[in-house]
């Protein structure tokens, strides 16, 4: 296989960019990227024709040429980008640099030709990427796409120089051809010598091109100008996913929407600066005091070494440079209050590297100088499974700066200490295992404990697999401990970076907020003075942020206290802080690019986006960002930052157009481009279906990709949140697409080779009547006679099969000339005479092994998962999937496999969230997303995971597909799902810390830590000295209610007999229903030990935990109302036929009253919020025989009106005319379907 790498640079991507945002243009609108509005927050190009999307749309020759052209144009002398099309700018200079590149791009192919004028050059240049597999050949002579090449034929047939036109697609074409015949004249091209250069490349490999335009006939294996069309790989993929089905005239897709493109300018650095030396030499000119320079001078050489030389960005150099002059100034002055710095730009933009250069800077400098003080750094990651890429490139840096410290006297070294579920136990320990797959210098780490001694070390050369600890040349690298807590308690005190998640450190702050269990964390917690939040754009998800704040504002007062600081209020917390805190973020919203004086432009009228500022100019901190670090801090300790004007924040999409503003729009050089499209399933199937048989077109996309040497490393990722859902469609996938149903041979038309099922050796008639038996009577008819009619002229199988990137150059010959007389001449020929023909035979030979054995595996349990992982190798072709709840070494190796370090590297990966961050998979190039599940931003971060590189086409691919019930439903509308897809949506952020129910659940944890020692008075202190600093937020009236409820109940738990508790049921009420106080009584109970109550607490249990956890006051109670009133009930009875102690009954009555207030306010809440929902409710109903979108039913073809709440009373009799007054009632539809106007079927 050739290397990709050598093959998709980026002056050849760069003219596959251009040739790409035409593409979309036109199987969005039936138009090309002609004019752009400046938004001042970004260009906009716009058309004036309705939407209009059907993926089947090529370019025609004449706008393939033109956009070949441009690409290169913009390469080497730029454009602008406000009217892509204007000549404006083209010179002689202009011309001769695009020859030399078309040239240099064709290499040996012009060697000893004299035939170098660009018509001819072009055609071989098309020849070029239809070779490499960039672009594909469709014959379609049908298609509604706009063609300037077919306005050429009738201007030049017709009679005078008045040109009629017979609709708004013609119309449109004669606008196009004569804005590209002044664009070519420019350039000196003829439309005629660009023909005539085509046909005669085409006649040179044996293809013959007949010149007539529309209506003109030519004999069989002869292919005439107007229906050759071009499509690029994408899509190509994009009309695979449109017209994605089992069998042909089996659909799975009702709608395929291509949005906009989106542009991104790569990162560049300015002209003055290209060197990393020298940005590292300027940076050491920020800093004053010897101790600072030495340990830049340090960290210098390490970045440079682990960079390779590579500058940073304009956006890394800006933000490192204001943060050393803050911090030099901050310590000139003898400030304390520290620094907020914000970072929030796209994904792969090198936000890492900046906020690690502050951590080793600030730890560096404090090695380096005389203050005793130690100071630490946390870095917080917001999954349960930490980052293994984050962890590579810190473990990377701070080896070598390890290193350099080697040489210096006396100066410690920087230990990096590693904390969450997966972190080495003891009794896991007791041989060696990997340390979560990273590596340091090629080589694999490893850890164990020998002993109760804790050792990570390097495995020896040759990367042969450690079994034991003791090794001759092992390399012991102690500045490593990746070790879980319980089992090594003392693991804080040599740390200086602590590497966790919020969830670790929730727990931490728990067990050691009353009572400090573990002294080595509350003296780590005591010298942090560098807090990292990365990710933090997963803080906006409400259930997220309810953690994070309030644990960040815990971690805040337990280090003021741990320093005897006393604050007395969340003032004076913020002014003691005295902390360095980074927020790295993706973009958390662009919704400001679409609007226009004031008014958002309509979805509809935009075909693309390009992402740049041409004024420059950096309008300070988008308000949603600082709604979002208000309710993420508490608005007290951001307004204390802001005041001191201790915050640093850029701009980075202002940054980034400096080379595009600098020249009124002119864009010269390469760039990234985003692309998405939506499937809507059919609201009659299962909407998994549309995922399922979109899949499998998308395993042919990657196999074939890989067959044509473009990409060794090209794989999708699937994200499917919910991870039962998760297990569930890769178990059917495999069962139904790959075993039973062949779908991924059937789409390849090798149905003759696998007539039966592998599962039950069943023949599949099915199959072999619709394509098979389809095609032979095709044949017998005449409607098919060469291999040309079945791939791009049947009108049931041109949209079925995905054999079009597989078709070499050398290939197209025997597809448009060879007649075939059967079906299985037809096979004889995919199987034999192509020359990628053994590469789809191997793949689907190796998913049918490989799904026959995982499929035993996936129904075996997860230790047989784990098996089939390390025998992996023995497979060619295989899909994997990857959760949280799986065990660090099978994500590990998932993951390796992934990065190419494991074979094979797979086609497809489904999983849940864990790896919308994570490894940085350089040849991931298309994310699929089953479902509207995540938010907006968060699903940025995952469309930015594609294409970061040469290696993935610099193309960030998205297929969204919907179901057809719930929140999907919004994404019928263009409007919606644009906003959605390109983060242009304003996210609600909600002050978490000052809502009464969250400070209610949040503080009540803190009591379920009680230890026998500690007494209730200093219990109460602590309680009393925290709710007082949250005054602020909650009111004085609220504070002093909450302390006496909690004191109550409190007073409950310690006066019980023996000082005792049953911690178990304790903590399992306040995960719960934690504000139900007379949980605690069920100890109490348990402690009496009358056997006959025993069954009734079992059933009290019982019903306890099928509670769900309270997530604030939501519509849908009904559910909770009804049990937590059965266990009302229950424990009144039990109460009052049971206790005998006078005292115990009263103050046990007083819980159950307590009880019966909660009750009694949620039931109440509830029924008004009913009220409100009712009239909407009633609406709906009335509305929906009139008109019924697509996907508002679920899969069985029921209307989803009710899916938010619980219907309150029974289908019979009275209680259905009451259902029907309040709008409950579900309606049969099956009739309104027959009526139902498709939008846009993707042609």
Excluded at 914 to 938: F, M, N, R, W
Aim: proline share 3%; aromatic share 8%; charged share 30%.
């Amino acid at each position: 296989m050739v290397d990709g790498q050598t093959i998709l640079t980026r002056d050849l991507l760069s003219v596959y960019h251009e040739v790409l945002i035409n593409e979309i243009a036109l199987m969005r609108s039936n138009v090309i990227v002609e004019e752009g509005i400046n938004t001042e927050e970004a260009i906009i190009y716009v058309t004036d024709l309705s939407h209009n999307p059907n993926t089947t749309r090529g370019l025609d020759y004449v706008l393939l040429a033109y956009s070949i052209i441009n690409g290169l144009r913009r390469l080497e002398h730029g454009y602008n980008i406000l009217s892509p099309t204007d000549p404006q700018g083209i010179d002689e200079e202009c011309r001769s640099k695009i020859v030399r590149k078309l040239k240099e791009l064709l290499g040996t192919e012009m060697e000893g030709t004299a035939d170098d004028h660009i018509e001819m050059l072009l055609a071989k240049f098309t020849l070029k990427l239809l070779d490499y597999g960039l672009i594909n050949i469709v014959l379609d002579d049908d298609s509604d796409a706009i063609s300037p090449l077919l306005a050429h034929y009738r201007i030049k047939s017709a009679k005078d120089e008045v040109h009629e036109v017979a609709n708004l697609r013609e119309l449109c074409e004669l606008k196009i051809y004569y804005k590209l015949t002044h664009f070519f004249k420019a350039f000196g091209i003829d439309v005629d010598k660009l023909i005539e250069g085509l046909k005669k490349v085409f006649e040179e490999v044996g293809i013959e091109v007949g010149l007539g335009g529309g209506g003109v006939r030519e004999k069989d294996g002869k292919v005439k100008i107007s229906e050759l069309k071009f499509k690029t790989l994408h899509g190509i993929l994009f009309s695979y996913i449109a017209h994605a089905s089992a069998l042909p005239l089996h659909p799975a897709v009702l709608e395929a929407n291509v949005l906009p493109f989106l542009i991104e300018p790569l990162p560049f650095s300015s002209e003055e600066r290209v060197k990393l030396s020298r940005q590292l030499e300027e940076l050491v000119e920020c800093v004053d005091s010897p101790a600072s320079r030495e340990a830049l001078q340090v960290l210098s050489k390490a970045m440079e070494k682990v960079m390779g030389g590579r500058p940073f960005s304009d956006y890394q150099y800006e933000y490192l440079r204001d943060i050393l002059r803050e911090l030099a100034s901050q310590k000139r002055l003898g400030k304390r209050g520290g620094l907020l710095v914000i970072l929030t730009s796209p994904t792969g933009t090198g936000k890492t590297y900046i906020f690690l250069f502050h951590v080793l800077v600030k730890l560096l400098e404090a090695r380096f100088s005389s203050s005793r003080t130690r100071p630490r750094a946390l870095l917080l990651y917001p999954r349960k499974a930490l980052a293994r890429d984050q962890l590579d490139k810190i473990l990377a840096l701070v080896d070598v700066v390890n290193r350099e410290l080697a040489s210096k006297n006396n100066v410690k070294r920087i230990k990096v200490g590693i904390l969450d579920h997966d972190s080495l136990r003891k009794r896991e320990g007791l041989r060696p295992r990997e340390l979560r797959g990273l590596k340091l210098n090629d080589r694999k780490l490893y850890h164990c404990f020998h002993g109760d001694k804790y050792e990570a070390f390097l495995a020896e050369p040759g990367g042969h697999e450690v079994e034991t600890h003791e090794h001759e040349q092992k390399q012991v690298i102690d500045w490593i401990k990746d070790v879980h807590y319980m089992s090594l308690p003392e693991v804080f005190e040599d740390i200086d970076i602590l590497v966790t998640n919020h969830s670790m450190l929730t727990k931490l702050l728990f067990e050691n907020f009353v009572y400090p269990r573990n002294r080595s964390f509350i003296d780590f917690i005591r010298d942090v003075e560098l807090l990292v939040l990365d990710e933090a754009h997963i803080y906006l998800d409400d259930e997220e942020l309810e953690v994070i704040a309030p644990t960040l504002l815990k971690l805040f007062f337990l280090r003021s206290m741990s320093r005897d600081l006393s604050p007395k209020d969340l003032e004076e917390l913020a002014k003691e802080l005295g902390l360095d805190i980074i927020i790295s973020s993706a973009t958390l919203t662009d919704s400001s690019i679409i609007v226009k004086e004031g008014f958002k432009l309509d979805s509809k009228s935009i075909i693309g986006i390009f992402k740049a500022k041409l004024d420059c100019q950096e309008t300070g901190m988008p308000g949603i960002l600082k709604n979002f670090l208000e309710a993420l801090f508490s608005r007290v300790i951001f307004n204390e930052f802001e005041t001191r004007k201790a915050i640093i924040y850029h701009d980075y999409d202002a940054i980034i157009s400096r080379n595009v503003a600098k020249d009124k729009g002119l864009w010269k050089g390469p760039l990234k481009v985003r692309i998405a499209m939506v499937a809507h399933p059919y609201p009659r199937k299962e909407s998994w279906t549309s995922l399922a048989e979109s899949m499998v077109a998308i395993l042919h996309w990657i196999n074939a990709i890989r067959a044509r040497g473009l990409l060794s490393n090209v794989q999708a990722l699937t994200f499917i949140d919910m991870k039962g859902t998760l297990k569930d469609i890769f178990r059917v996938f495999l069962r139904r697409q790959i075993l039973e149903a062949q779908d991924h041979a059937d789409r390849a038309l090798l149905t003759g080779m696998y007539r039966k099922s592998p599962i039950d050796q069943r023949e599949r008639l099915a199959a072999i009547d619709a394509i098979a038996n389809y095609i032979d009577n095709s044949i017998k008819r005449g409607r098919i006679k060469t291999i040309a009619d079945v791939m791009y002229r049947d009108k049931l199988l041109k949209y079925f099969h995905v054999l079009h990137p597989y078709i070499t150059l050398q290939d197209l010959k025997i597809v448009i000339s060879n007649r075939i007389g059967s079906y299985e001449d037809l096979l004889q020929s995919l199987t034999q005479k192509m020359k990628l023909s053994n590469k789809i035979v191997q793949m689907v030979d190796s998913l049918n092994s490989y799904a026959n054995d995982a499929l035993r595996v996936v129904e075996g349990g997860r230790k047989a998962y784990e098996g089939l992982l390390k025998r992996i190798e023995k497979y060619k072709a295989v899909t994997l999937f990857h959760h949280g709840d799986l065990r660090p070494e099978e994500r590990s190796m998932i993951e390796a496999c992934m990065t190419g370090d494991k074979e094979p590297i797979p086609l497809l990966v489904m999983a849940t969230k864990t790896l919308e961050v994570g490894v940085d998979i350089k040849g991931l190039s298309l994310i699929v997303q089953y479902s509207s599940y995540p938010y907006s931003v968060e699903l940025g971060q995952r469309f930015g995971r594609s294409g970061r590189s040469e290696s993935s086409f610099l193309v960030s691919t998205l297929i969204l597909i919907l179901r057809n019930s719930g929140e999907d439903v919004r994404y019928v509308l263009d409007q919606e799902a644009v906003e959605y897809v390109y983060n242009l949506e304003i996210p609600r952020v909600r002050s978490v810390l000052e809502e009464k129910d969250v400070v209610v659940r949040s503080v009540t944890k803190l009591f379920l830590t009680k230890e026998k020692e500690v007494e209730w008075t200093a219990v109460k202190q602590k309680v009393e000295d925290f709710l007082k600093m949250l005054e602020e937020g909650l009111g004085p009236e609220l504070r002093g209610a909450l302390l006496d409820c909690l004191s109550d109940w409190l007073d409950e738990v310690f006066r019980l007999p023996a000082r005792t508790t049953s911690q178990i049921s304790i903590k399992k009420a306040g995960e719960d229903f934690e504000i139900l106080p007379s949980i605690i009584s069920y100890s109490y109970l348990r402690k009496i030990g009358k056997e006959g109550i025993m069954p009734e607490i079992k059933t009290i249990e019982s019903d306890l935990k099928g509670i769900a956890c309270w997530d604030g006051f939501t519509v849908n109670l009904t559910p909770l109302i009804a049990k937590m009133s059965t266990l009302h009930r229950e424990l009144e009875k039990l109460l009052w036929d049971q206790i005998v102690d006078e005292e115990v009954r009263r103050r046990i009555k007083q819980a159950w009253e307590r009880t019966h207030n909660v009750i009694y306010d949620l039931a109440c809440y509830m029924i008004n919020k009913l009220k409100e929902i009712i009239g909407i409710e009633e609406e709906a109903q009335s509305l929906v025989t009139l008109y019924i979108r697509p996907g508002v039913t679920s899969d069985i073809g029921k209307i989803q009106l009710v899916h938010f709440i619980y219907p309150l009373v029974k289908e019979r009799g009275q209680d259905r005319r009451r259902m029907m007054l309040m709008g409950l009632e579900r309606v049969e539809v099956n009739e309104a379907f027959e009526k139902i106007r498709p939008l846009h079927t993707g042609g």
